[in-house]
């Protein structure tokens, strides 16, 4: 299931999540505008990834149309670097319902930038702060189909600094 990897991945980073913070991924894991994705190998879940409609205004605005928004990628601790990221992530994008993808991540998280780089996302220039104390930046994943447009052009918003913390990383 898509929570034990959460909460596999969450523990075994030394951040094991409170009841109220594993019934809010609960919460998110079945809205019915997510679009959940989840790797199992050997008939166990190792990997999962969660996205959820984009919205303008850092999360708080409205839906910004064929855009979705990667909440959570998590892979067990036991399956890391065995390519479960790049399946999750992979899947997401060849099956969730929209063409263009954001994400933030973490910017000393070098192992998840590479991730995104590798699935064809890249950075935005777009940076803001987790909890006031870690510097977050911006990913996204334009369609193919629009690639050929400007960054801009096809939906960015690296010009505009971050004023909040994005709704999802709440």
Same mark, same amino acid.
């Given at each position: 299931?898509? @929570?034990?990897?959460? &909460?596999?991945?969450r523990?075994?980073?030394?951040?094991?999540?409170?009841?109220q913070r @594993?019934?809010?991924v609960?919460?998110?894991m079945?809205h019915?505008?997510?679009h959940?994705v !989840? +790797?199992?190998? /050997?008939g166990v879940?190792?990997g999962?990834? &969660?996205a959820?409609p984009?919205?303008e205004?850092?999360?708080t605005g409205? +839906?910004?149309a064929? =855009?979705?928004?990667v909440?959570? #990628?998590? !892979?067990r601790?036991?399956?890391?670097?065995l390519? +479960? /990221?790049s399946d999750v !992530?992979?899947q &997401? +994008?060849s099956?969730?319902p929209w063409p263009? *993808?954001?994400? =933030? %991540?973490?910017?000393?998280n070098?192992p998840a930038?590479s991730l995104?780089?590798?699935? /064809?996302?890249?950075? %935005? /220039?777009? #940076?803001? *702060?987790?909890?006031? @104390?870690? %510097?977050?930046?911006?990913?996204?994943r !334009?369609?193919p189909?629009?690639?050929? *447009?400007?960054?801009?052009?096809a939906g960015?918003?690296?010009?505009?600094p971050l004023?909040a913390?994005p709704e999802? *990383?709440r």
């Open positions: 299931m898509a @929570i034990d990897v959460w &909460l596999a991945a523990s075994g980073a030394g951040r094991m999540p409170d009841a @594993i019934a809010r609960r919460q998110k079945s019915s505008m997510a959940l !989840v +790797v199992d190998r /050997g879940s190792v999962m990834a &969660l959820e984009f919205r205004d850092h999360g409205d +839906v910004r064929d =855009w979705g928004h909440s959570m #990628v998590f !892979v601790p036991s399956s890391q670097r390519g +479960v /990221g !992530v992979r &997401l +994008v099956e969730g263009n *993808l954001s994400v =933030w %991540t973490r910017q000393a070098a930038q995104y780089r590798s699935c /064809g996302f890249v950075a %935005t /220039g777009e #940076v803001g *702060l987790l909890a006031g @104390i870690e %510097t977050i930046a911006r990913w996204e !334009v369609s189909s629009l690639q050929h *447009l400007t960054p801009s052009k960015s918003r690296a010009d505009r004023k913390r999802s *990383l």
